[in-house]
T-cell receptor, first 115, second 111 residues
Framework: GAGVSQSPRYKVAKRGQDVALRCDPI?????LFWYQQALGQGPEFLTY????????KSGLPSDRFFAERPEGSVSTLKIQRTQQEDSAVYLC?????????????FGPGTRLTVT | GDSVTQMEGPVTLSEEAFLTINCTYT??????LFWYVQYPGEGLQLLLK?????DKGSNKGFEATYRKETTSFHLEKGSVQVSDSAVYFC??????????FGAGTQVVVTP
């Protein structure tokens, strides 16, 4: 079956531009998570949703970062006025339910480079 | 807050050698523990998991036991292959399913 997909896979943005990263979770998965992975590091939590409700956004680095999941399926992570420190791989993951026993299924990531 | 610490890499081994990657954690409550693997050019994949103390997760010859007394979840494999070359991430999930990852350990297996 289809896994988690993300688009675009690669994005180059000039400093100051706005970008939008899309995540299509596994169909029927209730929970959706966004992570930021810097080179040589593990994924760092950004935010997560249960259906359309954003339950925790404590990991978003600044108010330039915004995430939504309006219909409880596809999610978009938006970064306004990009800065060089935003360069990273952005990972999306989904899980069937919310809870510690449920594994997360990861997408391939979007590699963002800010020049 | 919750955190995961794993041994730094790269770990370089010969084929058929024994592999251990140490992972320790700090957490409030009773987390679940996971090992994810990232092969070159691919996304993160679940390797194994354990949801309570003394549980052993196993998959593809890899094993890890959830040790509450030592707050550890070390990954082991008895005989590695070249195809096991990858980056391995230890992670914990809190009661909400929010993951905290370690920094990753690169493993290089040579023929």
């Amino acid at each position: 079956g289809a896994g988690v997909s993300q688009s675009p896979r690669y994005k180059v943005a000039k400093r100051g531009q706005d970008v939008a990263l899309r995540c299509d979770p596994i169909s029927g998965h209730v929970s959706l998570f966004w992570y930021q992975q810097a080179l040589g590091q593990g994924p760092e939590f950004l935010t997560y949703f249960q259906n359309e409700a954003q339950l925790d956004k404590s990991g978003l680095p600044s108010d330039r970062f915004f995430a939504e999941r309006p219909e409880g399926s596809v999610s978009t992570l938006k970064i306004q006025r990009t800065q060089q420190e935003d360069s990273a791989v952005y990972l999306c993951a989904s899980s069937a339910e919310l809870g510690r026993s449920y594994e997360q299924y990861f997408g391939p990531g979007t590699r963002l480079t800010v020049t | 807050g919750d955190s995961v610490t794993q041994m730094e890499g790269p770990v370089t081994l010969s084929e058929e050698a024994f592999l251990t990657i140490n992972c320790t954690y700090t957490a409030t409550g009773y987390p679940s523990l996971f090992w994810y693997v990232q092969y070159p050019g691919e996304g993160l994949q679940l390797l194994l998991k354990a949801t309570k103390a003394d549980d052993k997760g196993s998959n593809k010859g890899f094993e890890a036991t959830y040790r509450k007394e030592t707050t550890s979840f070390h990954l082991e494999k008895g005989s590695v292959q070249v195809s096991d070359s990858a980056v391995y991430f230890c992670a914990l999930a809190d009661s909400w399913g929010k993951f905290q990852f370690g920094a990753g350990t690169q493993v290089v297996v040579t023929p």
